[in-house]
């Protein structure tokens, strides 16, 4: 039995702590996308983490964490929050493992990165410069090197290959780098992951499920980012959706169980790209504040809206989703007013769907008000303490998405979680 985990909207929903706080029911926990643009942040006892690669589970020690396939891994960054979680109780040489498939990025895939973004000038994306897309081009492109590469007695020369292509792109774009400062580290940190569990993953996981070992998948980024799905051209360069499971960890769709789909509670987008209910004013500031919007591995700021639910039904649709979670919903008191886009206008007609052209369509968001709370919901714990007019802005989501929200996180804290019944 697997179980999903993943983000219904352009990504920082919360997905790490709630992986977090459901990993005492699972034996496992996998990442099936995505690589160190992610940023996970998990609290508890005090201390904050933020995993970029590694599974949320780790620091449950009897759990077997697996860095699936699908995944692009950065040995210099994987190395880093190795030893830092280390530093912090985890002992992933005992738990984690790393699939033989899952792909490398190299040092010239993030100057690619650099050199592509700063050539498309103001028509660049917002990329977050770790060499994610370069990689998965690679991986596409049926040319890139993969973690049990590392193993291979000839990997140098495989390196060496890939490089020579990069270095025709670098000099296509005129870009000028230096690759001595960053080659050191790199096989400094190859040499260090080769003394982890290297594993042939999809044989891996089948024998954990005859063995009726229970999963849980964990995403990356959010549905609205998805490759294929998102707001093209503004979205990662991985099936972000829960069809990404079966590509990113090798395991069939009647596998597949739980889908836990995760909103905030109100929105947020890091970088370029379509986002109709933004707030580029004073509330929209008020949001970045208290919610600390601010990303968990970029540090860039996070603009700011009020709750989409045209985005949402759209995620819930493709995802398939059975278990709703909201998250942030502590970040929302204070307000006066606590506003909804239900509907949105586009050439003067209403509708609920996600155009083609999202990117360049003209949407005017048709909004419901609700009144606010001021309220300190970080202390709650039962649903019935929960302020009314809160539960009335929760009931009005759940009746237009057709779905009860089944967990309210109200704080960034694993015990600062509610359940509803």
Same mark, same amino acid.
């Given at each position: 039995?697997?179980?999903?985990?993943?983000?219904? +909207?352009?990504?920082?929903?919360?997905?790490? !702590?709630?992986?977090?706080?459901?990993?005492?029911?699972?034996?496992?926990?996998?990442?099936?996308?995505?690589?160190?643009?992610?940023?996970?942040?998990?609290?508890?006892?005090? #201390?904050?983490?933020?995993?970029?690669?590694?599974?949320?589970?780790?620091?449950?020690?009897?759990?077997? $964490?697996?860095?699936?396939?699908?995944?692009?891994?950065?040995?210099?960054?994987?190395?880093?929050?190795?030893?830092?979680?280390?530093?912090?109780?985890?002992?992933?040489?005992?738990?984690?493992?790393?699939?033989?498939?899952?792909?490398?990025?190299?040092? *010239?895939?993030?100057?690619?990165?650099?050199?592509?973004?700063?050539?498309?000038?103001?028509?660049?994306?917002?990329?977050?410069?770790?060499?994610?897309?370069?990689? @998965? +081009?690679?991986?596409?492109?049926?040319?890139?090197?993969?973690?049990?590469?590392?193993?291979?007695?000839?990997?140098?020369?495989?390196?060496?290959?890939?490089?020579?292509?990069?270095?025709?792109?670098?000099?296509? =774009?005129?870009?000028?780098?230096?690759?001595?400062?960053?080659?050191?580290?790199?096989?400094?940190?190859?040499?260090?992951?080769?003394?982890? %569990?290297?594993?042939?993953?999809?044989?891996?996981?089948?024998?954990?499920?005859?063995?009726?070992?229970?999963?849980?998948?964990?995403?990356?980024?959010?549905?609205?980012?998805?490759?294929?799905?998102?707001?093209?051209?503004?979205?990662?360069?991985?099936?972000?959706?829960?069809?990404?499971?079966?590509?990113?960890?090798?395991?069939?769709?009647?596998?597949?169980? !739980?889908? @836990?789909?995760? =909103? !905030?509670?109100?929105?947020?987008?890091?970088?370029?790209?379509?986002?109709? *209910?933004? +707030?580029?004013?004073? *509330?929209?500031?008020?949001?970045?504040?208290?919610?600390?919007?601010?990303?968990?591995?970029?540090?860039?700021?996070?603009?700011?809206?009020?709750?989409?639910?045209?985005?949402?039904? @759209?995620?819930?649709?493709?995802?398939?989703?059975?278990?709703?979670?909201?998250? !942030?919903?502590?970040?929302?008191?204070?307000?006066?007013?606590?506003?909804?886009?239900?509907?949105?206008?586009?050439?003067?007609?209403?509708?609920?769907?996600?155009?083609?052209?999202?990117?360049?369509?003209?949407?005017?968001?048709? @909004?419901?008000?609700?009144?606010?709370?001021?309220?300190?919901?970080?202390?709650?714990?039962?649903?019935?303490?929960?302020? +009314?007019?809160?539960?009335?802005?929760?009931?009005?989501?759940?009746? %237009?998405?057709?779905?009860?929200? $089944?967990?309210?996180?109200?704080?960034?804290?694993?015990? #600062?979680?509610?359940?509803?019944?």
């Amino acid at each position: 039995m697997i179980d999903v985990v993943l983000g219904l +909207q352009w990504g920082d929903e919360g997905k790490g !702590k709630i992986v977090d706080v459901l990993t005492p029911q699972y034996d496992v926990v996998a990442r099936f996308q995505g690589g160190p643009n992610a940023g996970h942040t998990l609290e508890f006892n005090g #201390q904050k983490h933020v995993l970029n690669t590694i599974p949320s589970g780790i620091f449950h020690h009897d759990c077997i $964490n697996i860095i699936g396939n699908g995944v692009v891994i950065d040995p210099v960054t994987l190395k880093k929050e190795i030893d830092k979680i280390s530093s912090s109780g985890a002992n992933p040489k005992k738990n984690l493992y790393i699939s033989q498939k899952a792909h490398l990025i190299l040092p *010239t895939h993030r100057l690619v990165d650099a050199a592509s973004e700063a050539h498309k000038g103001e028509h660049k994306i917002g990329s977050t410069l770790r060499g994610i897309s370069p990689t @998965y +081009q690679d991986k596409i492109g049926r040319s890139g090197l993969r973690i049990g590469d590392i193993l291979a007695p000839n990997f140098k020369a495989k390196y060496d290959t890939a490089v020579a292509n990069h270095k025709m792109l670098l000099d296509r =774009f005129n870009f000028k780098y230096d690759l001595s400062e960053h080659e050191p580290a790199f096989f400094e940190a190859i040499e260090f992951i080769k003394q982890f %569990q290297i594993i042939n993953s999809e044989y891996f996981i089948h024998d954990l499920l005859s063995k009726g070992k229970k999963i849980l998948a964990e995403g990356a980024q959010g549905t609205l980012l998805d490759i294929d799905f998102g707001s093209y051209p503004f979205v990662t360069s991985s099936n972000t959706i829960t069809g990404g499971v079966c590509s990113g960890l090798g395991v069939s769709p009647s596998k597949i169980n !739980k889908v @836990y789909g995760i =909103f !905030k509670a109100y929105c947020t987008r890091v970088g370029s790209g379509p986002f109709p *209910t933004e +707030q580029e004013n004073e *509330t929209g500031e008020k949001l970045r504040k208290l919610g600390f919007e601010f990303g968990a591995t970029t540090g860039r700021p996070r603009r700011t809206g009020w709750l989409d639910l045209p985005t949402l039904k @759209y995620a819930l649709m493709l995802n398939g989703v059975t278990d709703l979670i909201c998250t !942030k919903s502590d970040v929302l008191s204070g307000f006066d007013e606590v506003l909804v886009c239900d509907e949105y206008e586009i050439e003067g007609k209403r509708t609920n769907e996600i155009p083609f052209n999202v990117a360049d369509a003209k949407i005017t968001p048709q @909004y419901k008000t609700f009144k606010g709370w001021s309220e300190d919901l970080s202390v709650i714990k039962d649903y019935e303490k929960l302020p +009314q007019t809160f539960k009335e802005y929760m009931n009005y989501v759940a009746e %237009q998405i057709g779905l009860n929200v $089944n967990v309210i996180s109200v704080g960034p804290d694993r015990e #600062q979680t509610v359940f509803v019944k």
